[in-house]
């Protein structure tokens, strides 16, 4: 529009939305409107857009004003003119857009989209297998959950934001309808050394670390039933360790007794170093084979590499060993548990330290299964304030420091939701003015803090007794007394953090300067900008409210196509935007694209500042296995620049005709690029949905996670021996 059309009414005019919110008027809504209903006929023609807009304005009271005096006013005027038909199209798509509304409410609707196999609905998640019943009676419970959610339990207007698309209010299907928690950092070294309950069986502190890690196993299972995001267990090497010294104590008492002086240390050692491969390989099958409560593979990550001592060495070697081997038969890569290495300058990243052998390992691993992913200790030290392993993908916790002891303390602590800002939205009706984008962000943040605001309250309804692993017997760090009924103390005092997400500032910086805008410092600082007043929003909530709010890079798994079908419904299809099917992940440069690991860490190193509640950065890479050297380089290079790397080479296999590498997307999934074989049981494909893991054959993601997969541009050539 190239009129000011607000100034017909006033600057202060404001309008009344139909979930009670106000708003300041803008005219460019009445123009979009008009403008869709125009286009439904076929018709285009801008200046009758324009005038009938501005009369629609002028024939406006200044003031206050509601939804229903607009679209009368819109109807009558376009009745009068010389297109009286597009009247009926205006009139239908408003009547579209509030059965749309009603619909999203609606048990009957959500239930029916699981019922007709809805693809958006059965493969939102990656990890949820939609064809067996555990899962299938997870969906259904959430289907309902959602439905009622948005029409009872949310305030009216972050229900009616979640719906438009303005904002997502993730998880649905478990929170608010109950009151559950995200991600945590379980208290593993705690819950083993004091021993815990889950059911009626009180566990006592293990004796072997074979004892130990079925413990864990344990743990993790009944975590993952009583929250609905990803858990982990820090520093698993030095965790472990005091377990593997007990199998070596009682092999080298035996040893005294039965091996010869001089081979008694070999002895015990040996045995010891095959009771840690059996206890990892234990522990990666049984994370493999379980099923939470609902219907998923526990998510979750193992962090280690930093122990020196000889027994965590042999744990962090045996992990990578029992990871590059594979599961089962076809040694197919395992999915969970995700691995997350730590490189520290002086531990493991150059010779000569101690542990660079292992980092040599750790490389062969990445080269062959992807995982592990690596943290650069300084880096994350310096953003986070000390070193912790990321809860689930990529959700961290500050530094924290417990008033009552003045103690750092990590583990036992956790997330409690996340609610993501739709930012390419935003950009596209701001319409390159600069000041409208801003007055909108202010406006969507708003409805951000009451989310989570909310989100933040219906957690703290939940009683101990409703997740006892977590408040009762430890997980999360405390241990809440008989009869307590209350679970804030787990939560305040910034103990818990509550995430804002966002997604896609490509296609935001996109809509104003244009899609090669990378390379221009002004389009780079006002994605930074975002970032930085995203940050400031959230330190202020801080401020007001005993959570530790903070900024959150969104995987969007399903939320990248979700966003993106959602505007391209509303805006129409936009060059680089809404045309791709699907919005870039948080900060990362544009997939399409071909530059180096070395120039996509250097342009995304600024971001993470500004998103301390969780970020990832990732290259891709063609075949690495035999040349491990190239990767080394890039973590190298990346170690005082990024704290969070991710490795993403081809690791495809076709159990038919023996192909390794990477298959070739089709308009379904993938195939075999020699022979065509697509059948999940007899390959193994496996790509980075976001910061995890996934294998498409098996578990089929949303249309707009497989485009974003198959358009991503190798960082670096080819490499030979």
């Known amino acids: 529009m190239s009129l000011l059309l607000e100034n017909l009414v006033g600057t202060e005019t404001v309008i009344v939305k139909r979930d009670g919110r106000q708003v300041k008027f803008d005219s460019s809504k009445i123009y979009r409107a008009v403008e869709a209903a125009l286009l439904d006929r076929g018709i285009e023609d801008h200046d009758f857009v324009q005038r009938v807009t501005a009369d629609v304005v002028g024939s406006l009271d200044s003031g206050t004003l509601d939804i229903p005096t607009i679209q009368s006013a819109v109807e009558d005027r ?75 339990l949310l305030p009216r207007p972050v229900a009616n934001a979640h719906i438009k698309g303005d904002i997502h209010f993730h998880d649905l299907d478990y929170n608010p309808f109950q009151p559950m928690t995200n991600c945590c950092l379980i208290d593993i070294p705690a819950m083993l050394s004091e021993g815990f309950q889950i059911g009626n069986a009180r566990v006592e502190s293990p004796r072997s ?39 070596y104590e009682k092999h080298r008492a035996e040893a005294e007794k039965w091996v010869p002086e001089n081979k008694r240390e070999e002895y015990a050692m040996e045995k ?26 526990p998510f979750v990550t193992l962090g280690f590499g930093l122990g020196t001592g000889v027994f965590e060495r042999e744990i962090q070697k045996a992990i990578l060993k029992v990871r590059i081997g594979g599961i089962g038969k076809d040694k197919h890569t395992a999915i969970f548990p995700k691995l997350v290495f730590g490189l520290r300058r002086g531990v493991n990243l150059e010779e000569p330290d101690p542990n660079y052998d292992i980092k040599q390992l750790a490389l062969e691993c990445s080269t062959k299964r992807m995982y592990p992913d690596v943290l650069s200790y300084d880096k994350l030290t310096e953003i986070e304030g000390d070193y912790k ?20 303390v990590n583990a036992g602590r956790n997330n409690l939701g996340v609610v993501t800002l739709n930012v390419p939205r935003i950009a596209i009706e701001a319409r390159g003015d600069m000041e409208r984008f801003w007055e909108l962000f202010a406006e969507r943040m708003e409805i951000v803090k009451e989310a989570l605001l909310y989100r933040i309250a219906r957690c703290e309804e939940a009683t101990p007794a409703n997740a006892p692993i977590l408040y009762q017997h430890g997980a999360l760090g405390k241990r809440a007394p008989e009869g307590r009924d209350s679970v804030s103390e787990f939560f305040q005092a910034h103990r818990a953090t509550a995430s804002v997400g966002y997604i896609g500032l490509y296609e935001a910086a996109t809509c104003f300067y244009g899609p090669e805008w ?32 903070s900024v959150y890079a969104t995987p969007s798994e399903s939320l990248t196509d979700r ?81 969070y790397l991710g490795t993403n080479t081809p690791i495809d296999r076709c159990y038919e005709c023996g192909f390794e590498g990477e298959f070739k997307a089709t308009a379904a999934g993938f195939a075999c690029p020699d022979c065509g074989n697509d059948d999940p049981k007899t390959c193994d494909v496996v790509k980075r949905t976001c910061g995890y893991l996934g294998n498409p054959q098996r578990r089929p993601m949303v249309h707009g996670r497989h485009t974003e997969i198959a358009s991503r541009v190798k960082h670096m050539d080819e490499v030979t021996n």
């Open 78 to 152: 376009l009745m009068k003119s010389e297109y009286p038909e597009v009247a009926r199209a205006y009139i239908e798509y408003r009547h579209d857009r509030d059965k749309d509304r009603e619909k999203a409410m609606d048990v009957h609707h959500s239930v029916g989209r699981l019922l007709n196999r809805d693809k958006a609905v059965i493969n939102e998640n990656a990890n949820k297998d939609a064809t067996v019943f555990n899962t299938q009676r997870d969906l259904t419970a959430g289907s309902v959950a959602k439905a009622y959610a948005l029409k009872e």
């Open 209 to 247: 670390i074979n004892t130990a890690t079925a413990q864990i196993a344990q743990i993790i299972a009944n975590v993952a039933s009583s929250q609905y995001g990803g858990c982990s267990v820090d520093r698993t090497d030095e965790v472990l360790a005091p377990y593997a010294q007990i199998n």
């Open 272 to 297: 010891t170093r095959k009771d840690i491969y059996d206890a990892m390989q234990s522990l990666e099958y049984e994370i493999n084979t379980l099923y939470s409560s609902n219907g998923q593979t």
């Open 389 to 408: 392993v990321p809860m689930g993908c990529r959700s961290f916790l500050p530094k924290w420091v417990d008033p009552a002891t003045g103690e750092t």
């Open 518 to 549: 990378e390379t221009k410092r002004e389009a780079k600082d006002f994605t930074l900008a975002i970032l930085k007043a995203m940050n400031d929003y959230a330190t202020s909530w801080r401020e007001e409210h005993p959570y530790w709010f």
């Open 563 to 643: 966003f993106c079908r959602l505007d391209r419904e509303k805006f129409g299809t936009i060059a680089d935007v809404t045309d791709k099917d699907y919005y870039t992940n948080s900060y990362h440069y544009d997939v399409r694209k071909k530059i180096t690991p070395f120039e996509k860490i250097e342009f995304e190193s600024e971001y993470p500042e500004y998103s301390k509640g969780g970020f990832i950065h990732y290259c891709e890479y063609p075949k690495l296995t035999h040349n491990t050297k190239a990767l080394e380089a890039v973590w190298d290079f990346a170690y005082d620049r990024v704290a």
